[in-house]
């Protein structure tokens, strides 16, 4: 089992460009998580989606950002526009039915907007 | 989800028993206690989950007190490789995906 994958592993843009983060889960996993962390927040939650829906987005800190889940084998995490202070380290996870308490995290992505 | 509790950081010797404490005193009857752990620059990593009763798995082993109002994570022979921020959560088991919520954790040093 290759795990979660993620890419890029890692991304330096300019501010104002548009970021788009790459996801895909674990096959057979039904839900699929995005978080961001940061040294100053820790592990923040910014949406979620079982069977490919969104549940909660939440944790999305505004409209510049979005996801989507076009298949269960592929999720995107788009920015745009960037900011610097998106930058942190950009984490998928994906669970399984039935075992929703258990999250298989992915490398993580790490972004730094200039 | 309950609150938790857990020292900002803790040494061990390199081969000695890690024994990392968590208090969950607002803990309720169906939530169960996760443990996760992150190495550094790696995404979390799943360790032990229970809901009463002592847990172990090859990874490490799960001490939840009587009245469920804290737990010990037991790392039995800790390697360098162990050092690692560790994750005490506290949350209902539910079917379907969930967010988790990480908290600060306890930063554990092995040290040779």
């Known amino acids: 089992d290759a795990g979660v994958i993620q890419s890029p592993r890692h991304e330096v843009t300019e501010m104002g460009q548009e970021v788009t983060l790459r996801c895909k889960p674990i096959?057979?996993?039904?839900?699929l998580f995005w978080y961001r962390q940061t040294m100053m927040r820790g592990l923040e939650l910014l949406i979620y989606?079982?069977?490919?829906?969104?549940?909660?987005d939440s944790g999305m800190p505004e409209d510049r950002f979005s996801a989507k889940m076009p298949n269960a084998s592929f999720s995107t995490l788009k920015i745009q526009p960037s900011e610097p202070r998106d930058s942190a380290v950009y984490f998928c996870?994906?669970?399984?039915?039935?075992?929703?308490?258990?999250?298989?995290f992915g490398p993580g992505t790490r972004l730094t907007v200039l | 989800d309950a609150k938790t509790t857990q020292p900002t950081s803790m040494d061990c010797a390199e081969g000695r028993a890690a024994n990392l404490p968590c208090n969950h005193s607002?803990?309720?009857?169906?939530?169960?206690v996760y443990w996760y752990r992150q190495i550094h620059s790696q995404g979390p990593q799943y360790i032990i989950h229970?809901?009463?009763n002592n847990e172990t798995n090859e990874m490490a082993s799960l001490i939840i007190t009587e009245d469920r109002k804290s737990s010990t994570l037991i790392l039995p022979h800790a390697t360098l490789r162990d050092t690692a921020v560790y994750y005490c959560?506290?949350?209902?088991?539910?079917?379907?995906?969930?967010?988790?919520?990480f908290g600060k954790g306890t930063s554990l040093l092995v040290t040779p």
């Open positions: 607002t803990i309720s009857g169906n939530e169960y």
């Open positions: 229970g809901l009463k």
């Open positions: 989606f079982n069977n490919n829906v969104p549940i909660d």
């Open positions: 996870a994906s669970s399984p039915l039935g075992k929703a308490d258990t999250q298989y």
């Open positions: 959560i506290v949350r209902a088991l539910r079917d379907s995906g969930y967010a988790l919520n």
């Open positions: 096959s057979g996993h039904n839900s």
